[in-house]
C-alpha cells in the first residue's frame, strides 16, 4: 500500500476490540444477589469488497455469529473505534469513514439496540481512532486518528455522558492505524505503533495511566508497523498484537505479547494469514483472544490460547469486509439478576 493511498484512506481504519460469549457474575455489595451478564462480541459495518460501506450488525457467542436487528443503527460506514465501557456496561462507538466522508457521532450498544448520544462536547471528525477502556479512570481512552490529510495526537475520554479532552504533560507522536488496548498489568492502557504525520512507520510504545502518557523503552519490540489487531487477553494477563504492514508494504503475520514492561515474540504452530488493518480483541470464552480476518481473504474467525492460534468455523459469519468495529462486552440488556445457592436453598 503506497503513501499517497494511506493519506488518502487513513480516515477509514480502526483497530479496535473485542471478545466471546461467557456468563459473568459481579456480586452486588452486602447481598447475596449477583449481576449475572452474558458477554460476547460486537461487529459493526466496515466495507465490502466491491467498497460498499456497511451498516451490519453481528454477534459472536463463543461458537457462532449471529446477525442482530436492531431498531436504531449508526449510518454505515468503515473504520469507527469501539470498546467497552466496562463500568457502565455497554459498547461505545465513534467516527469513521462513510457515505457522508468523516464521522464525529457517538453510539452506544447496550446489548440490544443502538442509541445515538448528543454529548456537549465531542472530538472532531476521524477515523482510525483506537478506543480502549482506560480502568484508571473508569472511562473510554481514545487518542489520535486521522482526519483527511491531518494526523491528529490528542487525548479524550468518554464518562457515559461526554467527552473530555485531556492535556498531558507528555504527548505521543500523532499516528493513525495504531494499536491500543488495555494493559492489565499497569491498570492503564498500551498504545503501539502507527503511522506519524510525517509518513514515519511507528514502534513506538507507551502507557497512558489515567493522567499523563509515559514512552517505554522496552529491550526487545516489534518492528515499525501501521495497522496490527491488539487486544487484551485478561485470561493470560498480556496485550497481544498481530500483523500489520511495513514501510516496504509488507504485509505481516508475526505475534507478539507485551506483559507490561517488555514484548516477546512469539512462535505458535499456527497462524492466521497475514493481515493488514484487521480487528482483535479480548475472548473469554475459554481462550485469550479473538483476531477477525476479513480481507482478502474470506471472512475468518481465530482464538489465541495464550500459546497458539486455532480457527473457529461459524454456522453463519458476516460477509467479507474490510475494517469493521469491534469490541466485546456484557451490554445492560445482556445481565440479569441471581442469587447464590445458599440464598436460594433458604427460600
Not at 473530555?164 to 493513525?176: H, Y
Request: one cysteine or more; a negative charge.
Amino acid at each position: 500500500m503506497n503513501r499517497t493511498y494511506l493519506v488518502i484512506a487513513l480516515a477509514q481504519i480502526a483497530i479496535p476490540a473485542f471478545a466471546g460469549a461467557q456468563e459473568v457474575a459481579s456480586a452486588v455489595p452486602h447481598s447475596s444477589e449477583k449481576h449475572v451478564c452474558r458477554q460476547e462480541v460486537v461487529l459493526f459495518g466496515g466495507s465490502s469488497a466491491s467498497g460498499n460501506f456497511l451498516a451490519d450488525t453481528w454477534a459472536w457467542d463463543g461458537k457462532n455469529w449471529q446477525q442482530k436487528l436492531p431498531a436504531t443503527s449508526p449510518a454505515a460506514r468503515q473504520g469507527p473505534g469501539m470498546a467497552l465501557d466496562k463500568r457502565r456496561r455497554e459498547i461505545v462507538l465513534f467516527g469513521g469513514f462513510g457515505n457522508s466522508d468523516l464521522s464525529a457521532d457517538t453510539w452506544t450498544w447496550d446489548g440490544s439496540d443502538w442509541e445515538q448520544k448528543f454529548p456537549a462536547t465531542a472530538p472532531s471528525a476521524r477515523a482510525s481512532n483506537p478506543l480502549a477502556y482506560d480502568a484508571a479512570r473508569g472511562d473510554v481512552l481514545l487518542f489520535g486518528g486521522g482526519a483527511g490529510t491531518a494526523i491528529l495526537s490528542d487525548t479524550w475520554t468518554w464518562d457515559g455522558s461526554n467527552w473530555e479532552q485531556q492535556f498531558p504533560a507528555t504527548i505521543p507522536p500523532g499516528r493513525v492505524l495504531a494499536g491500543m488496548a488495555e494493559d492489565p498489568r499497569s491498570t492503564g492502557v498500551v498504545l503501539f505503533g502507527g503511522l506519524h504525520v510525517a509518513g514515519e512507520w511507528l514502534s513506538d510504545t507507551w502507557i497512558w495511566d489515567g493522567i499523563n502518557w509515559e514512552e517505554k523503552f522496552p529491550a526487545t519490540s516489534p518492528s515499525p508497523r501501521l495497522g496490527p489487531a491488539m487486544a487484551l487477553d485478561a485470561i493470560h494477563r498480556q496485550v497481544v498484537l498481530f500483523g500489520g504492514e511495513d514501510a516496504n508494504g509488507n504485509v505481516l503475520s508475526d505475534t507478539w505479547t507485551w506483559d507490561g514492561s517488555n514484548w516477546e515474540q512469539r512462535f505458535p504452530m499456527s497462524s492466521p494469514p497475514p493481515q493488514f488493518g484487521q480487528s482483535m480483541a479480548p475472548e473469554e470464552n475459554g481462550r485469550g483472544v479473538l483476531l477477525f480476518v476479513g480481507q482478502p481473504f474470506p471472512f475468518q474467525t481465530w482464538t489465541w490460547n495464550g500459546s497458539n492460534w486455532e480457527q473457529q468455523l461459524s454456522a453463519d459469519s458476516p460477509s467479507a469486509r474490510l475494517q469493521p468495529g469491534l469490541a466485546s462486552g456484557a451490554g445492560r440488556n445482556q445481565c440479569h439478576h441471581d442469587f447464590d445457592d445458599e440464598h436460594n436453598d433458604e427460600q
